[in-house]
Nanobody
Framework: VQLQASGGGLVRTGDPLRLSCTAS????????MAWFRQRPGREREFVGQ????????YRTDSVKGRFTITRDNAKRTVYLQMNSLKPEDTAVYYC???????????WGQGTQVTVSS
């Protein structure tokens, strides 16, 4: 599956932003999807994931209560709704897909999110 992330930009502290990741090339509903991010000077880190049906989600503690992951299988798209953004959320955000394997092995190109203080 091929992934295309979009929606990044420059926002202010406290603003919301929604990222999208659209898939092509395979049956999207077969894939569990996730968002990762890479903050400046740091390794890429897991943000959250959503099951193939969208029935269950998981987010890392630092974004719980602020970030929400949803998906629309008819549109082949997964979303990352980010609210109450903080400067420490500044990062390149990546979407990723996992099929029947144990790891996320399909990645989007990344979209830059910059939160100004």
């Amino acid at each position: 599956v091929q992934l295309q992330a979009s929606g990044g930009g420059l926002v202010r502290t406290g603003d919301p932003l929604r990222l999208s990741c659209t898939a092509s090339g395979d049956t999207f509903s077969n894939y569990q999807m996730a968002w990762f991010r890479q903050r400046p000077g740091r390794e890429r880190e897991f943000v959250g994931q959503i099951t193939s049906s969208g029935g269950r989600t998981y987010r890392t503690d630092s974004v719980k209560g602020r970030f929400t992951i949803t998906r629309d299988n008819a549109k082949r798209t997964v979303y990352l709704q980010m609210n109450s953004l903080k400067p420490e959320d500044t990062a390149v955000y990546y979407c990723a897909a996992r099929g029947s394997g144990m790891s996320y092995n399909s990645w989007g190109q990344g979209t830059q999110v910059t939160v100004s203080s």
